[in-house]
């Protein structure tokens, strides 16, 4: 991955971190500030509810009061109060005051706690109220809650009691309102809230015993758990509730103990508040913030390919420059016009290349005059050679003509034989530099490279197994995986031919010739390894040198032109030896041809 | 409708206040020694009221109809009336309206020779009758006869408060209130029974301890101080003690609290359905006053109205028990008990051919002592007049008599 992806990347997860970040903590601090507001407005509702609670019971209490007050109610007690009074008189007295006054529930009971009449359950006359007569003074209790029993079940009212007193006797007047759909209906709530009543306390949780004010609440036994919870801890809970699939439907609901006098617990009243603001408003948010985040992201993407393009500009710069010098290009320059560590880098790679162009220059002029000197060295040795025994014979002539005419023919006839032996040594030295210097270029076409070393081999066994000298044997390893490759079989030979040759004066003492071959994806790697004397460090440096030799009689041609016909079919050619552990030649040849090649080919 | 055929159609005998007949539009009867052949001799001169002579040939036919096992025919100038079995309460049983002589006019309305007779008839709305001008009593006082029909008892009592009746049904609930309001009123004795019936076929019927535990939960003196305003008598047996005699030794025993069995009963009879007939105020309340009283029995009751005239249909009725109004039709004891235990769906107990007031009794007793049917009350039939109503004199039985009543002239 190139250093600009990866600024790229270091940038565009920054920015992507830095957009979560604050999309995740905006979201965050509104869905708690929705939160608290949610339930700040539940509370003040919850408190509606108690003021409604309280102001309906203020009203209960004062119309109880002025059924108590009223000339009829009076004359009633009057008519109650003597010996042995008619309580059939009354009996439908409280069904019509409870109508008149807007009352649920009504019932008069005597002092004794007979009911004489009552609205709610006109039946139950002559009947005992279990519990009006045991509180003596009822006009200083408010109203309250009570569980009261009807014709067909019970009820929740908010009751007051009220006291008539004749002659000594007392006449209750018992009167409320049922806490039922109608009262919740009553309640003033605002959209998306709305009120429930449970009105059963007994073990196990009642579908029945739960409404709102449209009656029966559908899946209502999802609050059962609140219920209970409320039930058992006897304290408010909440508890959300997901009526559908969609989060939007949600709904949280806070549900707290109704209490009668006794503060036992006689019912629940539940206040749900609907989650969908919230949840819509947190979605809308969600999307606003994905779109903002997206837009940041984007942006911040864009800042950073154009901030990293401009950091790395200067860095890809002194990479093409530095693959320039790679590829010879000693000129390649970068520009370096920031004050900054870049700049200074960029300067600091121009003098490099200034430097490396020059010192360049200064080793090639030096090795080619070494190169001179050698070739002077080399031609003016092998030239003193043929040029001594012509010096002779040309002073043998001249001998021979001066003091011997009679024998000068013959002399003359032997000498001039000399003279054109050596010639024509001499023309075979020239000749041999002539060939170097002009190599042809390689003629491809495909060749067994097992075949061609085993050829090339077993060219050289009579000298292997030479009278005089120790004998050397050849082993091979060949993989048959090689197979035909494209090259050139004259000078591929001529190449082989020259690193066996090699061997045999490597070898003096006599040894082994190992040649590998190894097929590696699209290349051929060959190994010539005899167990000789080995090379020093010097020499393996200087080794392909041309006219380079540590022989007495050699042209030091030999390894150049292996490299130079390995090289010219597009391979490589390295030699890995220790003085006295013998030497190994690593050939790597193309299995396929390489483009270089066909052009010089063609 | 009963009150309407009274005054329109006579009978050939009516019963007197001993439950006696008396001749109407018969004159004289005699019977064989075995009671199953009737000779009755017809009143002369007497015509329908368009004119039409009354014939034996008219009473004949008036007197035959499906279900009879007895033939009618004419002989001179009355009809013989004979049957296979013996007829001791013949003249009972044509003292009935079913037993009215009509005829049949062309267009297939009926006429009779009766006080008043039939103007205009709108059913279950209103009616106008006109005196019969060829009554053979005489022709009655009132010119004429204007009654509304299907009217709430509420709305009857206040029209006679206002002036704009003379006559009308009050509930016994309302008969203090009429009586304290300065306004007249009429009680019969006691003709009515409020009975509890339970349903045959039920699980609540087929169970004697329930149904003696519901039996002895009603508090029927608080209902009938309250919701009766002391009205009727509370029952015990079917007949009322005027009729019997004997009806105070099966009063019933209120107070006495039954043990609390409706915890043990089977949920099939829990809970009980107690239906009584819509529009009447007066069930109602009583039967909503037998659900309070059966709690105490921790039985549950379920009240529930039925529309009235209904006829139980199928094997289940869909109530367990039902509160029943029934008329007394008979001043004749024997008679009386076994049309109340024929329309209670009771089987009669045997009786000899002529039952001492001891067969009856034991007859009775076994009938309340089975639970099948639950006495509650003896209601009497209650009617307010207006101060300008003058001679009021319904029967024994309790039809009004309207051919001698006459209207006070209102003061100036």
């Known amino acids: ?525 060959i190994e010539f390894a005899d167990s000789g004397v080995g090379l020093k460090p010097e020499e393996r440096e200087r080794l392909f040198t041309p006219y380079y030799t540590t022989k007495e009689h050699g042209t030091g041609l030999g390894l150049a032109i292996v490299q130079s016909v390995i090289s010219d079919h597009g391979g490589r050619i390295s030699v890995a030896s220790e003085a006295g552990q013998g030497t190994t030649f690593h050939i790597e040849l193309p299995a396929v041809v390489p483009a270089a090649v066909t052009r010089a080919g063609a | 409708m009963e009150r309407v055929a009274a005054i329109v159609f006579d009978r050939l005998v009516r019963l007197d206040e001993n439950g006696a007949p008396e001749p109407e539009l018969a004159i004289a009867w005699k019977h064989d020694a075995g009671a199953r052949r009737w000779t009755i001799r017809l009143r002369p001169g007497v015509e329908f009221s368009d004119g039409t002579p009354l014939t034996a040939e008219t009473v004949a036919s008036a007197l035959q109809f499906p279900g009879l096992e007895r033939t009618v025919t004419v002989s001179g100038d009355g009809v013989v009336i004979e049957s296979r079995k013996p007829m001791p309460d013949l003249l009972s049983e044509l003292a009935s309206l079913r037993h009215a002589i009509f005829r049949v006019l062309p267009d297939g309305s009926l006429i009779g020779t009766g006080p008043f007779r039939v103007v205009l008839w709108q059913p279950g709305s209103r009616a ?69 019936i339970f349903a045959p076929g039920r699980p609540a019927a087929a169970d004697a301890s329930l149904r003696e535990a519901l039996a002895r939960a009603v508090d029927r003196g608080s209902m009938r101080a309250v919701l009766l305003q002391k009205q009727g008598e509370s029952a015990g047996g079917l007949l009322p003690q005027w009729l019997s005699g004997y009806a105070f030794l099966l009063a019933p025993a209120d107070g006495t609290r039954p043990r609390k069995v409706g915890a043990g009963l089977p949920p099939s009879l829990r809970p009980v359905k107690l239906v009584y007939d819509e529009g009447d105020a007066l069930a109602q309340a009583v039967a909503e006053r037998i659900a309070v009283d059966a709690r105490e029995a921790s039985i549950t009751v379920e009240v529930s109205a039925r529309p009235s005239g209904s006829a139980d249909s199928g094997s289940d009725p869909g109530f367990d028990a039902r509160l029943v109004r029934l008329r007394i039709g008979s001043t004749e004891p024997r008679r009386a008990l076994s049309e109340l235990a024929a329309a209670l769906g009771l089987g009669m107990p045997p009786l000899p051919a002529a039952p001492s007031a001891e067969d009856l009794y034991r007859a009775e007793r076994a009938l309340v002592e089975s639970y099948q049917v639950i006495p509650l009350f003896h209601l009497p039939e209650i009617a307010g007049l207006s101060a300008r109503v003058r001679n009021w004199q319904p029967t024994a039985t309790g039809e009004w008599r309207l051919d001698s009543l006459w209207l006070a002239p209102e003061k100036p």
């Open chain 1, 1 to 525: 991955m190139s250093y600009r992806n990866r600024l790229l990347m270091v940038f565009g997860a920054t920015v992507l971190a830095a957009v979560v970040l604050v999309v995740w903590g905006t979201s965050a601090l509104t869905r708690r500030a929705f939160a608290q507001a949610e339930r700040e407005r539940t509370d003040a509702l919850v408190e509606q509810v108690r003021h409604e609670f309280a102001r309906r019971g203020e009203e209960v209490a004062k119309r109880v009061q002025g059924i108590a007050d009223a000339d009829a109610t009076l004359r009633m007690a009057v008519g109650l109060a003597g010996q042995a009074p008619d309580y059939s008189l009354y009996v439908n007295e409280a069904r019509d005051i409870a109508a008149a006054r807007q009352l649920d529930l009504l019932e008069i009971v005597a002092g004794d706690g007979r009911i004489i009449s009552s609205a709610h359950w006109p039946a139950r006359f002559g009947y005992r109220n279990p519990w009006v007569t045991q509180t003596a003074e009822w006009e200083k209790i408010p109203a309250f809650l009570q569980r009261e029993e009807l014709v067909r079940g019970a009820t929740l009212a908010l009751l007051a009691v009220r006291v008539v007193r004749v002659g000594g006797k007392n006449l209750y007047i018992i009167g409320g309102q049922r806490l039922d759909r109608e009262f919740l209906a009553s309640l003033a709530l605002p959209a998306g809230m709305r009120a429930l009543l449970y009105r059963d306390v007994e073990p196990g949780f009642s579908l029945q015993s739960l409404n709102d004010a449209s009656g029966s609440l559908a899946q209502g036994e999802k609050l059962a758990g609140l219920v209970e919870r409320v039930r058992r801890e006897g304290k408010e809970q909440s508890q959300t509730v997901n009526w559908s699939g969609d989060a939007a439907d949600a709904e949280t609901f806070y549900a707290q103990p109704l209490r009668g006098r006794g503060q036992e617990m006689l019912g629940l009243l539940l206040v749900g508040n609907s989650q969908r603001g919230v949840v819509l408003l947190g979605r809308r948010m969600r999307w606003f913030g994905a779109g903002a985040g997206g837009i940041g992201l984007l942006l911040g993407l864009a800042l950073a390919a154009w901030l990293s393009s401009r950091i790395t500009r200067p860095v890809e710069q002194l990479a093409a420059g530095a693959r320039a010098v790679a590829a010879g290009d000693w000129q390649a320059r970068v520009e370096a016009d920031s004050n900054d560590e870049i700049g200074e880098l960029g300067r600091a790679f121009n003098q490099m290349t200034r430097q490396l162009a020059e010192h360049r220059e200064r080793l090639v002029q030096s090795e080619r005059v070494a190169a001179w000197r050698e070739l002077a060295r080399r031609l003016a040795h092998e030239l003193k050679n043929p040029l001594f025994p012509l010096q002779i014979t040309v002073e043998n002539l001249q001998r021979a003509r001066e003091r011997a005419p009679q024998q000068f023919d013959e002399v003359f006839r032997e000498s001039t034989a000399t003279l054109l032996a050596e010639l024509r040594n001499m023309t075979a030295i020239i000749g041999r530099f002539s060939d170097f210097a002009k190599m042809p270029a390689p003629h491809l076409e495909a060749v067994s490279v097992n075949d061609l070393l085993r050829d090339s081999v077993r060219l050289f066994e009579p000298q292997f197994a030479g009278a005089g000298r120790p004998p050397i044997r050849a082993e091979f390893a060949l993989d048959t995986e090689v197979g035909n490759i494209p090259a050139d079989p004259v000078l591929l030979r001529r190449a082989f031919e020259n690193l066996v040759l090699n061997t045999l004066d490597a070898m003096p003492e006599g040894g082994t010739l190992t040649v590998r071959t190894r097929r590696s994806g699209a290349s051929v790697h």
């Open chain 2, 128 to 196: 106008t009758l006109a005196a019969n001008e060829r009554d053979w009593r005489g022709r009655a006082f009132l010119d004429g006869i204007e009654i509304q029909m299907g009217m709430p008892l509420r709305e009857q009592r206040v029209a006679l408060e206002l002036g704009a009746a003379d006559l009308a049904e009050i509930n016994a609930g309302d008969a203090r209130r009429q009586d304290q309001s300065s306004g007249r009123i009429w009680l019969s004795a006691p003709l009515e029974l409020m009975a509890i």
